[in-house]
């Protein structure tokens, strides 16, 4: 656990020098444009998450760039250890930016009195966020997979495309909202999601967990077999 934890803050100080207050303020902005437009903190959270998406990478890219797998096994961190510690990282990262985003989302949003019935606001940010959270983990997995599988440099184009119709997913439930609040296909599927939230939720997070484990299988047979 010792090394795991290790090899985990370091990867969060390989991101540290791209989370400058600069770019943080245009996160913060971006965030919260969305959120407005939408009256929705589902949006936002995916904003959040694509951040975390873009910036999964970063450690793979440093890793490949100075040749890092190598010092790892003279620093004593084993390869199951390192692809363990990639996909905790991944989690926490997502997890840092949900809240990051959130907060200032809801700041934002209640001193700009968008928010209608507040238990509403709260089921219908919740059927989107699982929705979007979903997606963007599931394109993660596949990011993560192939990097070990390929490197950075030979996977960083293919990994991306996924990521691309779920930005474009999330551009069409702001465009669609337009100042009115969610689709019909979305609001159908947060009232859906309340009639059945504990089977949906359920089933949503067991396939989530499915298609990690499998993720992560493969990204230590692939890294198994990979030369240094």
Same mark, same amino acid.
């Given at each position: 656990? $010792? %090394?795991?934890?290790?090899?985990?803050? *370091?990867?969060?100080?390989?991101? %540290?020098? #791209?989370?400058?207050? %600069?770019?943080?303020?245009?996160?913060? +902005?971006?965030?919260?444009?969305?959120?407005? &437009?939408?009256?929705?903190?589902?949006? +936002?959270?995916?904003?959040? @998450?694509?951040?975390?998406?873009?910036?999964? $990478? #970063?450690?793979?890219?440093?890793?490949?760039?100075?040749?890092?797998?190598?010092?790892?096994?003279? !620093?004593?961190?084993?390869?199951?250890?390192?692809? %363990?510690?990639? #996909?905790?990282?991944?989690? @926490? !990262?997502?997890?840092?930016?949900?809240?990051?985003?959130?907060?200032?989302?809801?700041?934002? @949003?209640?001193?700009?009195?968008?928010?209608?019935?507040?238990?509403?606001? !709260?089921?219908?940010?919740?059927? =989107?966020?699982? =929705?979007?959270?979903?997606?963007?983990?599931?394109?993660?997995?596949?990011?993560?997979? &192939?990097?070990? /599988? *390929?490197? #950075?440099? /030979?996977? /960083?184009?293919?990994?991306?495309?996924?990521?691309?119709?779920?930005? +474009?997913?999330?551009?069409?439930?702001?465009?669609?909202?337009?100042?009115?609040?969610?689709?019909?296909?979305?609001?159908?599927?947060?009232?859906?999601?309340?009639?059945?939230?504990?089977?949906?939720?359920?089933?949503?997070?067991?396939? !989530?967990?499915?298609?990690?484990?499998?993720?992560? /299988?493969?990204?230590?047979?692939?890294?198994?077999?990979?030369?240094?």
């Amino acid at each position: 656990m $010792g %090394k795991l934890g290790a090899f985990v803050r *370091l990867d969060f100080m390989t991101v %540290k020098p #791209y989370f400058t207050i %600069k770019n943080l303020l245009i996160y913060v +902005a971006l965030a919260v444009y969305m959120a407005i &437009m939408s009256r929705n903190i589902g949006t +936002a959270i995916g904003i959040g @998450l694509m951040i975390a998406t873009l910036n999964i $990478g #970063y450690p793979f890219a440093l890793g490949e760039k100075s040749n890092m797998d190598a010092l790892y096994a003279t !620093l004593g961190a084993d390869r199951k250890t390192i692809v %363990k510690g990639r #996909y905790v990282f991944s989690l @926490l !990262l997502n997890v840092c930016a949900i809240v990051f985003v959130t907060v200032f989302s809801l700041i934002a @949003l209640t001193f700009t009195s968008f928010f209608g019935s507040s238990e509403w606001v !709260l089921v219908e940010s919740l059927g =989107a966020t699982m =929705a979007i959270a979903s997606l963007f983990m599931i394109v993660q997995s596949i990011q993560i997979m &192939m990097f070990f /599988k *390929l490197g #950075y440099a /030979k996977a /960083k184009f293919f990994s991306i495309l996924p990521f691309f119709f779920i930005s +474009a997913f999330v551009a069409y439930l702001v465009m669609s909202t337009r100042g009115s609040g969610m689709p019909e296909g979305v609001n159908a599927f947060i009232q859906s999601f309340v009639s059945n939230g504990l089977a949906i939720a359920t089933a949503t997070i067991a396939l !989530l967990a499915i298609v990690i484990f499998i993720s992560y /299988k493969l990204s230590l047979v692939f890294y198994l077999k990979r030369e240094f």
